[in-house]
Structures are given as C-alpha cells and as structure tokens.
C-alpha cells in the first residue's frame, strides 16, 4: 500500500539557517503530493503541493519539487524564522489529484531558535 | 469566512460507552473527510463522503466505528463501545468539488479512560 516515511525529529535550526526535511513515498500510480503545517494551537494547514512529476511546489519561502526518480518530495527553505517552528508533515494522495484520503507521514516537529 | 468547525473540542469517555463527534465542514464543499491522530503519529484516513454518501469508508478500523452526513453538509462520526485504544485526535477536512486542497478542521481530542 501507499506509505510515506519522513525524517525523525525535533529538528534544531538557528535562525536564517538553510531547511530540508526530508520525505519518501512508497505508491502505486501518479499520487499528488503534498507538505501540511501544524503550527502550535492551530489546525493542519496546506503549505505547498505538486501533482506531477517534476512539479516544484512553493510557499511563504519553502519549495519542494515531486521527483519520480527517487521518489520523493523533500521540504526546503533557504532561510527559516523563528515563525516557522511548528510540526510538518508530507502527504500523497491515495489517487490522483488529492481526490481521496490523504496518506500521512508522521511529521517532522522544527524547532527554530533565534 | 468560516474554516471547518468541530465539536466538542474535547471529549472525555469511560470505556464502553458511546459517542458521538461532529463536522460542520465550509460552506459550499461537497466533500468531507474523517482523519484520526494518535499521538506522535500523522492523521490516518478513515472515511470520505462525497455530497452524502460515503464514497470510501475502506480506513474506518472496525464496526464500531460508523459516520453519517444525511444532508451532504455536517457530519457526524459515531463510535460504538468506545475502548481506550481509541483516544486520539479526531480531524475533519472539507474540499471543493474538484477536490484539490483539502482544508481541515482544529478536531477533537477524545480520551477513553
């Protein structure tokens, strides 16, 4: 079945420190993918999203481009802020084009320290 | 305008009993899904309605567990003879018809004791 493994954490950074989380997917077809929010006391919001192959997603700073290859969708920002602590997690869907369920990995919590 | 709402935000039960979870989803979105969170964990899939129907129910994990969303707008997540092993974080996400961007819902934190 459809998996996603992402890296373990808490991840420490400093501020303006250079981000990547990393994030493979195990799945049968052509999944969209998908990167999710979860700053502290808040819901799980959408942070970026690619629907194809070679798709680069992109949001408040943070990129992640779909790589057939390797399979997998890493998670990048050049410089982070204290504002992006919070938990993260990668996502496909279980069709194409998200229209299904959302399978989950088990979120990367990012700690920035200023 | 108004996100996807859930109620209660918290819910606390003793094992057995029943209960019962809430979603009122975004105005205008057809469809609507259920997702649970344990602890340290990501949200896991359990059922997906399109309009009023349940077009996948294939995550709910047993019988106990059964959702309802009779006039394709608030749903409702029951859950027969509750046992401890169910405490987690219930999450509600709505979509448009294209079914693009799922928007989700704060849940509600059930413990069974």
């Known amino acids: 079945g459809n998996s996603v493994t992402q890296m373990e954490g808490p991840v420490t950074l400093s501020e303006e420190a250079f981000l990547t989380i990393n994030c493979t997917y195990t799945a049968t077809g052509y999944p969209s993918l998908f990167w999710y929010v979860q700053y502290p006391g808040e819901g799980l919001q959408l942070l970026l999203k690619a629907t194809k192959a070679d798709d680069k997603g992109s949001n408040k700073g943070f990129e992640a481009t779909y790589r057939k290859e390797t399979t997998s969708f890493h998670l990048e920002k050049g410089s982070v802020q204290v504002s992006d602590s919070a938990v993260y997690f990668c996502a496909l869907s279980r069709s194409g084009g998200g229209a299904d369920g959302l399978t989950f990995g088990k979120g990367t919590h990012l700690i920035i320290q200023p | 305008g108004a996100g996807v709402s859930q109620t209660p935000s918290n819910k606390v039960t003793e094992k057995g009993k029943y209960v019962e979870l809430r979603c009122d989803p975004i105005s205008g979105h057809t469809a609507l899904y259920w997702y649970r969170q344990s602890l340290g964990q990501g949200p896991e899939f359990l059922i997906y309605?399109?309009?009023?129907?349940?077009?996948?129910d294939s995550g709910l994990p047993n019988d106990r567990f059964f959702a309802v969303r009779p006039e394709g707008s608030v749903s409702t997540l029951k859950i027969q003879r509750t046992e401890r092993g169910d405490s987690a974080v219930y999450l509600c996400?709505?979509?448009?018809?294209?079914?693009?961007?799922?928007?989700f819902g704060p849940g509600t934190r059930l413990l069974v004791l």
């Open positions: 996400a709505s979509s448009t018809r294209d079914r693009e961007t799922q928007y």
């Open positions: 309605f399109q309009g009023t129907g349940a077009a996948d």
